[in-house]
C-alpha cells in the first residue's frame, strides 16, 4: 500500500466454506476519518458484476428459456436488436458471454459518467451506443461491456422488469448477500432504476486518485447506464459468501441459487481461441494459477477502484481483493496467486533464459494492435497510439512484450509458439498462418494482439509528422525571408503559394492542438469524462481541412511549373520545394486517414 500509495484496501479469503481472513487495510475516507471495515465498507467491484449477470444467464438457460446457440435478437425488444451490418452470422448468446461477438469496443466519454445528470437508462444507452460490427461472431475474442449489457437487456425482457430488480431478486437476495447493490449513490429519477439505499450509499468507499500533492477524491464513477457490465459495489464480507457460494455449486444456507450443472458451466472452457490460450468458462475468466492450477473468476476496474475475485476450486479456495486507489492495480493482480504460490505450489524456480534462434526472433517480432478497441474516428486513432504490443526478443532470451510502458517477460516453453511468464503461470500463445505468426492472444482472455504492418509503425507516423511540422515552418518562414525577385510568381503560382501557407499554419494548428491534448491525457479521467476534448476536436478539423487541401495541392503542383516568362516565375528550386512540400502533406494526409479507419 505504501509502495503504490493505496488509500485503503478490503480483502477476504475463504477456504473449504470457512472464512480464513477478512480485513479493511487503510481509509475508506480521508476526509471523514473513516477505516475500512470489511463488514460494511462498500467498494465499486467492477466487471466483477458481471458474474452476478452470467449466473442469472445460466438460470434461464437452465430453465430453456434462453438457449446459447439462438440469436441474442430473439429475446430482445426490437428497438435494441443488433443489426447485421453486412455480417452473415447473427450474434448468439454464447458468443456474448464467449467475449466474441465481433464488436469493436468504444468507451471514451460513454462507459463512466461523474455527472448524474448524464446517466441513460440501460436501453437508452445500448440504442445509443451501438458499437461497430468488426467481424463476424466467435472468430476472435475481444472482450465487450455493450456485450455483457445486451445479456442483461434480455434477461430484463424475459423477466420484465429492471435488470437491477431482477439480479437482486434472483441472485443477490437469495445468496444472502446484504450489503451487495448494482445501484448507485445518486439522486431519484423516474426513468432510471431506484438510487442505492441511504444506509449503503454512507458506508461507500471514496475514490483516489495519487497526484504529486497527494490522494485527492474522486466524484463517484457512475456505471448505471451500463449496470449488467459493471455498476456492482459490495464488501469483503458479502464477497466472502459469494465465493463460498460458487465454491459450493450453487448453494449456500440450504439454498439453491443456481444449479449444479451451471457451476460446472463456471468451471469448464466453453471458448478457447487457440490450445493452451486463456479463455471464458460461460462467461467466467480462466485463470492460470502456481503450480499448474487453474482458477475461475473475474477481474474489475474502474477509474479509482481495483478488484479481483479468484476460485481455486481444487484447494477449496477463494480470494477477493479491492483497492480504492487509481495506482494500486497491482495488488488485486498479484495476491491471489501468490497466496496459492505461498501455501500450495512448489517454490519458483529460477527462471532459465534461453536466447531464441535467428528464425524465431524474425518470426515472433514485431508491433501487434489489439482488437479490443474502436476501429474509426478519434478514438479508433487513439486506440492505435496506446493499443500496441512490442514484442522484441530479449538479450536475456525469450520475448519482452511492452504495452502501456511495462515490459513483461516471457519464456518458451516446450509446447510451440507457447510462452510462459517469466514471474508467474500465465501463458501467451501465437497462432501462425501460413506458417507465420500473426496474432498472439492475452493471458486474461479477453483480446487478441494482432500484427500491424509498417504503414501503422508508430516510427512512420512520428518521422512523417516530424517532415510535416519541418516543412510548414520552412513554408511560412519562405513567406517572410523571400527577396522581392524570389516573389515574382504566375496567377497559377500565387494560388500555389496561398494554399500552401494556408496548409502550413494548419497543420501546425493541429499539431499544436494535439500537442496541448497529449499534455493533459495523463489525467486519465478528464479523458475519459470529457471525451472528445475540444483540443482534439479542434486539431482534428485543421487536419481535415488541411488533408483536403492536400489533395487540391496535388494538381496544382503541375500548374506551377508551366507558363510565364522567367523573370514572372519561381525558380526552379522554388518549384521542387513546392513539390516536395506537397508529397509530404499528401503523405502525412494518406497516414492520418489510414490511421482513424
Not at 468507499?205 to 449488467?228: M, S
Not at 474502436?374 to 487513439?382: H, K, M, P, T, V
Not at 500484427?451 to 509528422?465: E, H, I, K, M
Not at 485543421?542 to 487541401?549: I, K, M, P, Q, R
Request: proline letters at 6%; a positive charge; one cysteine or more.
Amino acid at each position: 500500500m505504501n509502495q503504490d500509495h493505496i488509500a485503503g484496501v478490503t480483502v477476504s479469503v475463504v477456504q473449504n466454506g470457512q472464512v480464513v481472513l477478512k480485513k479493511g487495510y487503510g481509509v475508506a475516507s480521508l476526509s471523514g476519518g473513516r477505516r475500512v471495515d470489511p463488514d460494511r465498507t462498500l467498494f465499486r467491484i467492477g466487471s466483477i458484476s458481471k458474474t452476478f449477470t452470467w449466473i442469472a444467464l445460466q438460470n434461464e438457460i437452465d430453465a430453456g428459456r434462453i438457449r446459447p446457440d439462438t440469436p441474442i435478437n430473439v429475446y430482445l425488444p426490437e428497438k435494441l436488436q443488433v443489426r447485421d451490418q453486412g455480417k452473415k452470422n447473427p450474434v448468439r448468446v454464447r458468443d456474448l458471454y464467449n467475449h466474441t461477438p465481433g464488436f469493436e469496443d468504444r468507451a471514451l466519454g460513454q462507459l463512466f459518467e461523474r455527472d448524474e445528470r448524464r446517466i441513460r437508462p440501460l436501453d437508452v444507452y445500448l440504442r445509443q451506443e451501438r458499437p461497430n460490427r468488426v467481424r463476424e461472431p466467435g472468430v476472435l475474442p475481444a472482450y465487450s461491456n455493450y456485450g455483457v449489457a445486451l445479456v442483461g437487456a434480455a434477461l430484463a425482457n424475459t423477466g420484465a422488469k429492471p435488470f437491477e430488480d431482477l439480479i437482486a431478486e434472483r441472485v443477490i437476495v437469495p445468496a444472502g448477500l446484504a450489503r451487495t447493490t448494482f445501484r448507485e449513490p445518486r439522486s431519484w429519477r423516474d426513468d432510471l432504476p431506484a438510487p442505492m439505499a441511504p444506509a449503503l450509499a454512507a458506508d461507500m468507499a471514496e475514490g483516489y486518485r495519487w497526484t504529486p500533492l497527494g490522494l485527492q477524491a474522486q466524484p463517484v464513477e457512475f456505471i448505471g447506464q451500463i449496470a449488467p457490465a459493471g455498476s456492482a459495489s459490495s464488501t469483503a464480507a458479502d464477497m466472502a459468501r459469494y465465493m463460498t457460494l460458487l465454491l459450493n455449486g450453487g448453494t449456500i444456507d440450504g439454498r439453491t441459487v443456481f444449479s449444479a450443472r451451471a457451476a460446472q458451466a463456471f468451471r469448464t472452457p466453453s471458448y478457447r481461441p487457440a490450445a493452451g490460450a486463456a479463455g471464458f468458462n460461460s462467461g467466467f475468466q480462466d485463470i492460470a494459477l502456481p503450480g499448474n492450477r487453474r482458477g475461475f473468476g473475474h477481474a474489475g476496474a474502474t477509474l479509482w477502484f481495483h478488484s479481483n475475485m479468484v476460485i481455486a476450486p481444487d484447494l477449496g479456495l477463494g480470494v477477493f481483493v479491492s483497492v480504492n486507489t487509481d495506482t494500486g492495480q497491482s495488488l488485486p493482480a498479484t495476491l491471489p496467486a501468490a497466496i496459492v504460490e505461498r501455501f500450495y505450489a512448489p517454490a519458483r524456480a529460477v527462471p532459465t533464459f534461453t536466447p531464441l534462434s535467428a528464425e524465431a526472433i524474425a518470426a515472433y517480432e514485431g508491433d501487434y494492435l489489439t482488437d479490443r478497441r474502436a476501429y474509426s474516428g478519434l478514438e479508433g486513432f487513439i486506440n492505435r497510439l496506446i493499443g500496441v504490443a512490442k514484442v522484441r526478443a530479449s538479450t536475456q532470451g525469450g520475448l519482452a512484450v511492452t504495452t502501456d510502458q511495462h515490459t513483461r517477460l516471457w519464456l518458451p516453453t516446450d509446447r510451440p509458439d507457447v510462452f510462459k511468464a517469466a514471474d508467474g503461470p500465465a501463458l501467451m500463445v501465437f497462432q501462425r498462418q501460413d506458417g507465420t505468426p500473426v496474432r498472439f492472444f492475452a493471458p486474461n482472455g479477453g483480446a487478441a494482439f494482432e500484427r500491424t504492418g509498417r504503414l501503422f509503425s508508430l516510427g512512420l507516423l512520428v518521422g512523417v509528422a516530424a517532415l510535416t511540422a519541418l516543412a510548414s515552418i520552412a513554408t511560412l518562414g519562405g513567406v517572410f525571408i523571400r527577396s522581392r525577385r524570389d516573389t515574382r510568381q504566375t496567377p497559377n503560382q500565387a494560388l500555389a503559394s496561398l494554399l500552401q501557407t494556408t496548409q502550413a499554419v494548419l497543420w501546425l494548428g493541429a499539431m499544436i492542438c494535439t500537442g496541448v491534448f497529449a499534455a493533459g491525457s495523463s489525467d486519465v479521467a478528464s479523458v475519459v469524462f470529457e471525451w472528445p476534448s475540444g483540443w482534439l476536436l479542434t486539431a482534428s478539423a485543421l487536419a481535415v481541412v488541411a488533408s483536403a487541401l492536400s489533395v487540391v495541392a496535388v494538381p496544382i503542383m503541375f500548374l506551377t511549373w508551366r507558363g510565364g516568362r522567367r523573370v514572372d516565375s519561381w525558380g526552379d528550386l522554388r518549384k521542387v520545394s513546392f513539390a516536395v512540400t506537397v508529397l509530404i502533406f499528401l503523405l502525412f494526409s494518406f497516414l492520418l486517414f489510414s490511421w482513424s479507419f
